[in-house]
């Protein structure tokens, strides 16, 4: 099972930077980076709530599932 996050393309679609989803969000960047980079292993619902709050989205807009078999084709 992967969980594809793309925070990335929202930021883009908005033309906002990751420093200033951080600001608007209340959390590090360091902490915003790992979440764009697929590296975290957890979110809280609430810096989810407040991510599509800041981009103006839907959380789906930024979760994506893609079965294993998807996953390994792409790669």
């Known amino acids: 099972m992967a969980i594809?996050?793309?925070?990335?393309?929202?930021?883009?679609?908005?033309?906002?930077?990751v420093t200033e989803?951080?600001?608007?969000?209340?959390i590090t960047l360091a902490n915003i980076s790992i979440l764009k980079?697929?590296?975290?292993k957890a979110i809280r619902f609430s810096t989810l709530e407040a991510i599509c709050k800041a981009l103006d989205c839907q959380p789906g807009d930024i979760l994506e599932y893609k079965s294993d078999d998807?996953?390994?084709?792409e790669s």
Do not use: F, H
């Open 4 to 17: 594809i996050i793309n925070i990335d393309v929202m930021l883009a679609k908005r033309k906002m930077s």
């Open 21 to 26: 989803l951080s600001d608007k969000v209340g």
């Open 37 to 40: 980079n697929g590296k975290g």
């Open 70 to 73: 998807e996953t390994y084709q």
